[in-house]
């Protein structure tokens, strides 16, 4: 019996010496994550490219390869047609292609409603614009990318945003919709053609 008791005090220790999986050295997550405070400064950064457009922001806080992605845009962007630009495609190719289309833009009043965010990205806001007619609502993922620069820790390297274009086009006067006042109605686009879109988001 005593013996029985050496021998499995034995393989205990022997076990507690040699560990069946190896150790890993645990890291402190703020020496390499994005903190809430950061993911709120890249949340805000964007906000203001749409609220207060400037290039000296931009090129402050977004890579030199920025892309942007949205259908939603290029809807805009398209007055409701098939083109010109391609449904699904890139909307935005550069931070400079990016820059020229919004410093084109008046400012668009943009609301964050929700934010969530990953270790080193991405960031991703709930927003609402305050328009009339109708309100619009929306999402942004933005990837980033780490920055040395002490100021701009994080930096927007990708942006993929849908949003409701459609109500968007109505407050533009481009779609006016005729519906019956049941709701059961079918609703019809009708373009017109003597305005242009002059107001569409960079989102």
């Given amino acids: 019996m005593r013996s029985t008791m050496i021998a499995a005090a034995a393989f205990a220790i022997g076990a507690i010496a040699t560990p069946t999986f190896p ?43 920025f892309t942007d992605y949205s259908d ?24 400079a292609a990016f820059e020229a289309g919004q410093a084109a833009q008046p400012a668009i009043p943009f609301e964050i409603l929700n934010l969530w965010y990953a270790c080193e990205g991405p960031v991703v806001i709930r927003w ?30 990708t942006v993929y945003s849908e949003f409701n274009s459609g109500a968007w086009l109505v407050n533009l006067g481009v779609f006016t919709a005729n ?18 879109v002059a107001l569409f988001p960079r989102l």
């Fill in 179 to 196: 519906c019956s006042a049941d709701g059961n109605g079918t609703a019809v686009g009708k373009r017109d053609l003597g305005r242009s």
């Fill in 23 to 65: 150790v890993i050295q645990k890291r402190d997550c703020n020496d390499t994550c994005m903190t809430y405070d950061q993911a709120q400064v890249v949340a805000n950064n964007f906000k203001t490219l749409i609220a207060s457009y400037s290039d000296a922001l931009a090129d402050q806080v977004l890579t030199v390869d």
């Fill in 128 to 157: 609402r614009s305050a328009q009339t007619p109708q309100l619009i609502t929306g999402n942004i993922v933005m990837e980033t990318t780490r920055s040395a620069n002490t100021s701009e820790p994080w930096l927007i390297n």
């Fill in 72 to 95: 939603s845009v290029t809807e805009l962007i398209n007055s409701g047609c098939t083109g010109p630009q391609a449904l699904g495609s890139v909307t935005f190719d550069s931070r």
